[in-house]
């Protein structure tokens, strides 16, 4: 089978299409054909190696796995003998190791059932992105009905579902876009945007219980203004390259949330979870959540989704397309 692999770090040039062996599946996986893919900033720092700090796990010199992409969505080929929930022909979404590429093995535990009412295109783009809206939004944010929360970077991967997750649970939400984008955040449930080419939310005067950032581009103390005295500031993103004031400002907001009423998270990662992925699901199959996707690439233009993604302004997720009569 073809797969995308790259040997070295880099960027996108060191992706290469490869035939490599075809997996089978183990006794506690499903072997995926696999139909659509999404990128996620995860899988350009992986390809570059950068932060450095991505190396200790990865590979301190040259990838130990060349394999890359997380999240997929595809038809179940075959299942290992322990396998009881899916069988051969089912449709699928989930996270494993290597999913560009044309068949994946999966852990049992790592795929649900992708939703009728969705495309795989549109299933591949939920599970990273999702699981750090929903696990952010739920987990640390603590978010309940009635309350206040602002999505910094709502236009986004991770953004497009914290606005619509965040109206799930009963949220009164404010989205932070460019001006191309703010008809598009409205349309997901957002009840009122704010342009950031023409205001400065963190001089609005209004106070939130949440800020959820995926963004990061204003300062701590510009963003401790708009958080009312109990209120919660969530970072889950940040400039892309500018890791050392990511870190900077991590260091600063556990320091400093020991002597305030306000909660400054110092950081946050999402984690798989297959209870989540059946919560995504829930919440898709019954139109509360709608993925959004900005553009589709065929296999063989996977450097150029992943220069595309590296801009910053993609206005919710970047999948590539797998049909079955398109040869990779």
């Not at 023409?198 to 995926?214: E, K």
């Amino acid at each position: 089978m073809k797969a995308i692999v790259y040997y070295n770090y880099g960027s996108p040039d060191v992706l290469r299409r490869e035939e490599i062996e075809k997996p089978a599946a183990g006794n506690n996986q499903v072997l995926i054909k696999v139909r659509a893919a999404s990128i996620n900033p995860y899988d350009w720092h992986l390809m570059r190696g950068m932060p450095y700090i991505v190396r200790i796990p990865t590979g301190l010199r040259t990838p130990k796995n060349p394999r890359l992409g997380a999240d997929v969505a595809g038809q179940v080929e075959a299942v290992g003998s322990n396998v009881t929930q899916f069988k051969p022909g089912d449709g699928v979404f989930g996270m494993c190791q290597g999913a560009f590429a044309e068949y994946v093995c999966a852990s049992e535990s790592a795929v649900a059932m992708k939703p009728d009412n969705l495309t795989f295109e549109q299933a591949a783009a939920v599970p990273m992105a999702g699981f750090t809206a929903l696990q952010g939004l739920r987990d640390k944010g603590k978010i309940q009905p009635g309350q206040r929360a602002l999505i910094n970077g709502a236009a986004g991967g991770v953004g497009t579902f914290a606005v619509q997750i965040a109206k799930s649970f009963g949220a009164d939400v404010t989205g932070v876009c460019s001006s191309r984008n703010v008809d598009m955040v409205r349309s997901i449930g957002a009840d009122r945007v704010i342009d950031y080419t023409q205001q400065d939310f963190t001089n609005s005067g209004q106070r939130y219980d949440l800020l959820f950032d995926c963004v990061g581009n204003h300062s701590f103390s510009a963003c401790r203004r708009v958080l009312n005295p109990k209120g919660i500031y969530l970072p889950v993103g940040g400039p892309s390259r500018r890791w050392k004031i990511g870190l900077a400002g991590a260091i600063k907001r556990l320091v400093l949330s020991r002597f305030m009423s306000q909660n400054l998270i110092a950081f946050f990662l999402a984690k798989p979870s297959k209870q989540d992925l059946t919560v995504m699901h829930d919440l898709m199959a019954t139109g509360k959540v709608t993925p959004v996707i900005d553009k589709r690439y065929a296999w063989s233009e996977v450097p150029e989704a992943i220069r595309y993604l590296e801009q910053g302004h993609a206005r919710g997720k970047v999948v590539l397309t797998f049909e079955p009569n398109n040869k990779m």
